[in-house]
């Protein structure tokens, strides 16, 4: 069946160090793949999603590609901020409208 | 943007009683919403799919008489944890999905219910 299989944290990193998020997948057909993020006492916000091999997603600075050959959508960010600091979570949804599979979440504290 | 909210964010209850937790569309209507449950450690797992005026549908081993799954209108789909047990202790999350989005596999997300029984 589908699944997604998600690096496993706490990651803490320094402010403007980088940021990398394995993710990986299993499914049959073609995704889509997602990144949401959940911030402390919010829901879950969509941060950026590809939907074929080789799109790349980006927002706020974060960026993923969607990597078939490899089943990969690694989340990576170039200079991470404070304000980054929430749970990363990586999906997959295999039909519109249809049920999403998500990885374990990843949390990410950056320190001053 | 889409807000969804979801009350209440946090409930202590005793073994035995029954808990509803709420999830409300604020800017939108959604004919489909989600509801998901989240284990420590690991990832959300769908618990069932709510559809506005029918009945919800449930994945595999999700026990239909104990959470039981309404979805009166198109704005609000309630969960009830039916005579809660501490192995019901969880985090439950719901989504919705809006009707007539061109983007339809974009889900909304409310903040989630800790639930803890006692």
């Known amino acids: 069946g589908d699944s997604v299989t998600q690096m496993e944290g706490p990651v803490t990193l320094s402010e403007e160090a980088f940021l990398t998020i394995n993710c990986t997948y299993t499914?049959?057909?073609?995704?889509?793949l997602f990144w949401y993020v959940q911030y402390p006492g919010e829901g879950l916000q969509l941060l950026l999603k590809?939907?074929?091999?080789?799109d790349k997603g980006s927002n706020k600075g974060f960026e993923a590609t969607y990597r078939k050959e490899t089943t990969s959508f690694h989340l990576e960010k170039g200079s991470v901020q404070v304000s980054d600091s929430a749970v990363y979570f990586c999906?997959?949804?295999?039909?519109?409208?249809?049920?999403?599979?998500f990885g374990t979440g990843t949390s990410l504290t950056v320190i001053p | 943007g889409a807000v969804v909210s979801q009350h209440p964010s946090r409930v202590i209850c005793k073994s035995g009683t029954s808990v509803k937790i709420e999830c409300r569309s604020l800017?939108?209507?959604?004919?489909?919403m989600f509801w998901y449950r989240q284990f420590p450690k690991q990832s959300l797992m769908l618990m069932a799919t709510?559809?506005?005026?029918?009945?919800?549908?449930?994945e595999q081993g999700v026990e239909k008489d104990k959470f039981l799954i309404n979805h009166a209108s198109l704005t609000l789909s309630t969960l009830t944890v039916t005579s809660a047990h501490p192995e019901d202790s969880s985090f439950y999350i719901c989504?919705?999905?809006?009707?007539?989005?061109?983007?339809?596999?974009?889900?909304?997300f409310g903040a989630g219910t800790r639930l803890s029984v006692l």
């Open positions: 989504s919705a999905l809006p009707l007539g989005r061109i983007a339809k596999n974009i889900q909304y």
């Open positions: 499914a049959t057909g073609y995704p889509s």
């Open positions: 590809a939907t074929k091999a080789d």
């Open positions: 999906a997959l949804n295999r039909y519109t409208g249809n049920q999403f599979y």
């Open positions: 800017d939108f209507q959604a004919t489909t």
């Open positions: 709510s559809n506005e005026g029918s009945k919800a549908t449930y």
